[in-house]
Nanobody, 125 residues
Framework: VQLQASGGGLVQAGGSLRLSCAAS????????IAWFRQGPGKEREFVAR??????????ADSLKGRFTISRDNAEKTATVSLLMNSLKPEDTAVYYC?????????????????WGKGTQVTVSS
């Protein structure tokens, strides 16, 4: 499974941004896909996850209501979007998408088998 995140950029506080993760591979339909982020000087943290179909979404508690994850599946590809609203300077981070994970502990990073390169999001105050 290959993953490519895109859509990052510079946005003012209060603005919105939509990230996309292009996932491809013969078995991509077998995997849930999640977003993680790593802010400057911080550890990488879980953001949101969506199951193999469009249901079964899960969010970090601190981000519920502002971030929305969605997924569109096609043959051997999937596009997972992360819509981020009411952005804050503390949302500044490199955002990564990953495939795999555990339904029982979706935040556990070691369960994700595939990772893409990140996309930088910078929120100015």
């Amino acid at each position: 499974v290959q993953l490519q995140a895109s859509g990052g950029g510079l946005v003012q506080a209060g603005g919105s941004l939509r990230l996309s993760c292009a996932a491809s591979g013969r078995t991509v339909g077998d995997y849930a896909i999640a977003w993680f982020r790593q802010g400057p000087g911080k550890e990488r943290e879980f953001v949101a996850r969506i199951g193999r179909s469009r249901g079964n979404t899960y969010y970090a508690d601190s981000l519920k209501g502002r971030f929305t994850i969605s997924r569109d599946n096609a043959e051997k590809t999937a596009t997972v979007s992360l819509l981020m609203n009411s952005l804050k300077p503390e949302d500044t981070a490199v955002y990564y998408c990953a495939a795999g994970g555990s339904h029982w502990n979706p935040q556990r990073q070691t369960d994700y088998a595939y990772w893409g390169k990140g996309t930088q999001v910078t929120v100015s105050s």
